[in-house]
């Protein structure tokens, strides 16, 4: 049974991509040997990105890191295309049935070609361009429990680190985080793409240096994929305290932080066997805990405040959609008894560099009595 929904999800994307072809083929305006170039190109594309994975699980470079880059990049985008493509032509279908237009309109249509291609470029370079403004969203914590002063909190989640968000990009998050002038900074998780391999050759700890304030992090699941050890290493050279079922008791600023293992561990502590005696009766008490499942355990020990990432806010509508579905909260703000949450759409993204009907986010929150 546990099995069913990955299956069920492969042999849908399987006859979506074999779908798509099929009107690729069909809809351009050109001879056949034109059309099974165009075909084969975009299924290579595709393919490409299992070639990443393959490879990527054993941290083997595909040639040097442009070309690791290229490949990445192209694979996972037309993972994104495949969905947007799909939704098009079965809409296009969809017309065509209701004689809204005209049968042949995918039959050697220049119209229908253009017509596709051109709503294709407006999704995805707006995807693009909107990805990479990054939104300062502000939250206000209250506490009830005495603080040396008020504090303001820098939060991030899924910085997803690598061969695509490199430390150039990365350095421009970091001046973002230094203008704020932030008590502490805390990551949900997800700070490594797939393996560090890429953070290593761009020295991208250096970075981490250059941050004003103590880091505190969670692992998230991608750590998992490239090795958690490699991961472990990559925190410790970047002075990030990570925080693996673990707690850092801060008097100095009336805060307990609480880093839970991720969900990928499934014997990882409870949030009960973390705090036991621990002083979140006196320290404002905050949970980092990448992927918002179970929100109850926090609320059930009395924890303030939670920060996770993870969902991405879907990534691409309509993803997000499914998100809400699955989560309890799927994004942003929420409350349960007296405990507060947030659940970031994350800075950086996983795959292709779209971002639709979803934000690019640092969360900024100013903790105060």
């Known amino acids: ?21 099929y009107r690729i083929w069909h809809i351009l305006p050109v001879g056949n040997m034109w059309k099974t170039a165009a075909t084969l190109l ?9 070639v990443f994975f393959g490879a990527g699980f054993t941290n083997t470079r595909l040639g040097g890191f442009t070309v690791t880059k290229i490949i990445y990049e192209v694979g996972t985008s037309t993972l994104f295309f495949l969905l947007y493509l799909f939704m098009i032509f079965v809409a296009i279908d969809i017309l065509r049935c209701v004689h809204i237009l005209p049968k042949d309109f995918v039959n050697n249509s220049l119209a229908g070609s253009i017509g596709v291609t051109s709503l294709m470029l407006v999704l995805f370079i707006g995807g693009n361009i909107h990805y990479h ?19 303001k909190l820098v939060m991030l989640s899924d910085l997803h680190l690598g061969y695509h968000n490199e430390r ?8 973002l985080i230094n203008k704020e002038e932030p008590d502490l900074v805390l990551l949900g998780g997800d700070v490594v793409d797939f393996n560090t391999v ?12 250059r941050i004003k304030a ?16 490699n991961a472990d290493n990559f ?6 305290n990570l925080l693996i079922d673990e707690t850092a008791v801060l008097p100095e600023l009336g805060v307990c932080l609480i880093g839970r293992d991720d969900f990928t561990n499934r014997r990882r502590k409870s949030i009960t066997e973390l705090i036991k005696g621990q002083p979140t009766d006196s320290l404002y008490s905050i949970v980092l805990n990448h992927q918002p499942f179970h929100l109850e355990e926090a609320e059930e020990n009395h924890i303030d405040f939670q920060f996770s990432g993870h969902t991405h806010k879907g990534q691409v509508w309509p993803i997000n959609l499914i998100v809400d579905g699955i989560y309890e909260c799927g994004y942003g703000e929420w409350k349960r008894g007296n405990t507060r949450y947030y659940i970031s759409s994350g800075i950086g993204i996983w795959g292709g560099k779209f971002r639709i009907g979803s934000n690019s986010e640092y969360v900024v929150a100013e903790l105060h009595n």
Request: hydrophobic share 45%; aromatic share 12%; glycine share 4%.
């Open 1 to 21: 049974m546990k099995l069913l929904i990955p299956i069920l999800i492969v042999l849908f994307a399987i006859s979506a991509q074999v779908y798509v072809s």
């Open 42 to 50: 975009y299924n290579l594309a595709l393919l490409s990105m299992f």
């Open 133 to 151: 403004h990054k939104y300062r969203e502000t939250i206000d914590l209250t506490s009830t429990k005495p603080l040396k002063r008020p504090l």
């Open 168 to 175: 150039a990009e990365f350095a421009k998050w970091v001046d």
């Open 198 to 209: 890429p953070l290593l050759e761009q020295h991208v700890a250096e970075e981490f240096h």
């Open 214 to 229: 103590p880091i505190y992090a969670c692992l998230g699941n991608h750590e998992f994929l490239g090795g958690k050890n």
């Open 235 to 240: 925190y410790k050279t970047a002075g990030i």
